[in-house]
């Protein structure tokens, strides 16, 4: 495996591991290793995508308390 997916690998497992209130994820390589780069950046967009909804969703919860 390529430095360069090893890295990829171990950005997907430190995104997962930034959700709040989810236990700690581990992710053995050996699982993604059959996967191309491409693939692998597609994950890494698909979760920052996901946390950036999820920001926008707690920002417009939030602003419902907002007094005026």
Do not use: C, H
């Not at 690998?9 to 290793?33: C, F, M, R």
């Not at 890494?44 to 602003?63: C, F, M, R, V, Y």
């Amino acid at each position: 495996m390529t430095k360069r997916k090893q890295d990829l690998i171990k950005d997907i497992q430190n995104l997962l591991n930034t959700y709040q209130g989810v236990s700690q994820t581990s992710i053995n390589p050996a699982l993604l290793e059959f996967m191309d780069e491409e693939t692998l950046i597609g994950i890494i967009d698909s979760l920052l995508n996901q946390k950036e909804d999820s920001k926008e969703a707690d920002t417009e919860w939030l602003e419902q308390f907002k007094t005026k």
